[in-house]
């Protein structure tokens, strides 16, 4: 089966999200621990030729790990596979990790730690049906809207919070709302990726096709703006010019027909205002010949 994500491409978009994550998802999340001091390699020996990824690890500043793991499904055999994570994390580095789960499926009786002979594994795990996503959503579109920075970690986790719509849904829309923001380039990709990541787990192969190729089409449309507005300049200069002479010359004939011809008829007006500059000449050189509206006709309908 064809995969979503590559290794490689798993692993750079991993650092991207990871830096976004890095400053405050502590406090976002109400995880009580040490500091965020670093983002931690994850790299372990190949006891199993289809290892799975980790989701995040980070060193904490006390010198512990902290692991982040994000399920939609969560069964006893995925504590036990966690537990075998943290494990061989134990053994390779010797330092002691705390493991949260953010779990956004509907199960809300959720087994958090077991107990074994001598192990006695102990879990955290946090449900993002708590938050409101549809509400959050608003809340940061009417702030884009009125031209404040949204909370990033509120639009990053939007797409795995409760919600009317689809992770799918969701996430389009997150990242056409952030194509709407002023972000410098590696910014934007950063917070892109972060949403990418979070939702990784919640789409299927040809849901991420259709995400792509619409993040392609946005980035598409943004180059064409901004190439717009380059030539618009460009151009604008010179057609401003243009424009304002016509327009011009427009307002000083319609100023002195006024003083010739009383309440000019509206259809009148129309035509004068659609004339170019040739024709308004015309009308400026005999306009002491134009004494009612219908010696404009010759001018107007030429």
């Known amino acids: ?65 902290l692991h982040l793991e994000f399920q939609s499904d969560f069964t006893q055999e995925t504590l036990y596979r966690i537990f075998m994570y943290d494990a061989r994390m134990i053994m390779q580095h010797k330092k002691p990790v705390k493991t949260v789960v953010i779990y956004s499926g509907k199960n809300e009786q959720l087994e958090q730690g077991f107990e074994m002979g001598a192990i006695n594994y102990r879990i955290e795990i946090i449900h993002m049906k708590q938050y409101d996503g549809d509400i959050i959503y608003e809340q940061e579109v009417q702030k884009i809207n009125s031209g404040q920075q949204p909370d990033w970690l509120n639009l990053i986790f939007l797409p795995i919070m409760k919600s009317t719509k689809t992770v799918k849904e969701r996430t389009k829309e997150v990242i056409k709302l952030c194509s709407r923001i002023k972000l410098k380039k590696s910014h ?17 192969l040809n849901d991420y096709e259709e995400i792509w ?9 943004k180059f064409a703006e901004k190439k717009g507005i380059e030539k618009g300049i460009e151009k604008g200069i010179e057609k401003g010019i243009e424009k304002g002479i016509e327009k011009g010359i427009e307002q ?43 010696d404009l006709d010759p001018y107007l309908n030429n």
């Open 1 to 65: 089966m064809q995969k979503k994500v590559t290794d490689k491409n798993y692993d750079l978009i991993f650092k991207l999200a990871a830096g976004v994550f890095k400053g405050r998802i502590l406090e976002f999340l109400g995880i009580k621990c040490a500091q965020i001091e670093r983002i931690f390699p994850t790299e372990l020996p190949k006891i199993e030729a289809n290892t799975m990824h980790t989701d995040f690890m980070f060193e904490l500043k006390d010198s512990s790990l």
């Open 188 to 204: 934007y990709e950063a917070i892109v990726s972060a949403v990418l990541v979070l939702a990784d787990k919640f789409l299927n």
């Open 213 to 221: 190729e619409e993040i392609s089409m946005l980035n598409v449309i």
């Open 252 to 294: 000083v004939i319609m100023m002195q027909l006024e003083q010739r011809i009383k309440n000019i008829p509206s259809d009148y007006r129309q035509k004068i205002e659609r004339l170019g500059e040739e024709q308004l000449k015309k009308i400026a050189l005999n306009i002491f010949n134009i004494e009612k509206a219908e």
